[in-house]
């Protein structure tokens, strides 16, 4: 298992943050996972408020999300998710909210495994990142706020190998999820 964990004064300074935004790069921006390094496609800089329901809230109507689902990561953990599927659902991510209540995320589904990057643009707290293949964790990264606007002045992660998914939670959630933990996707009815 892979944890990455930048300082404390990134913490500091992503309070301080008006903005909320996390970015993947696979062609566009925001706070998700993108497979070309362009940009972000899941996880995006802009979004709904925070929520303090168990169920996650939708995303804006310009990202919204396309459905829910609840993720089993090993024998115990569970979340439930929102589902982006579109580049614009991706790129939105979870971007613009203040928190992540515990035990909801996102999930962002791939076409097909590739190298994945996602960053942080505007994001208030971290998160923990699963990269996903054949469902099973390649690692999880901790990954802290970067309190700049634009993706293009913020750090990047990039994917330990070809993904075919990724899992945004509050982070720590994943603490002690390591590489070929099983993942389990029960999308709700639509």
Not at 42 to 50: E, F, L, M, S
Not at 93 to 121: C, K
């Amino acid at each position: 298992m892979t944890r990455t964990r930048a300082g404390v004064a990134a913490g500091l300074l992503a309070l301080a943050a008006a903005l909320g935004g996390c970015a993947s790069t696979s062609g566009t921006s925001g706070s998700g996972p993108t497979a070309d390094g362009s940009g972000p496609t899941a996880d995006g800089p802009t979004g709904p408020g925070a929520t303090s329901s168990p169920r996650p809230s939708p995303a804006s109507p310009a990202g919204e999300a396309t459905g829910t689902a609840v993720v089993t990561v090993g024998d115990d953990l569970e979340f439930r998710v929102e589902v982006a599927r579109t580049a614009e659902a991706q790129q939105q991510g979870l971007s613009g909210r203040v928190e992540v209540p515990p035990g909801t995320g996102m999930l962002f589904p791939f076409d097909g495994p590739a190298e994945r990057q996602v960053w942080m643009a505007g994001m208030r707290f971290p998160i923990d990142v699963a990269w996903i293949a054949d469902g099973a964790v390649l690692a999880v990264d901790t990954l802290e706020p970067c309190t700049e606007p634009e993706d293009s002045t913020c750090p990047r992660w990039t994917s330990p190998g070809p993904a075919d998914a990724l899992l945004e939670v509050p982070a720590g959630a994943l603490d002690g999820v390591g590489e070929g933990t099983p993942v389990r996707v029960q999308e709700d009815d639509r």
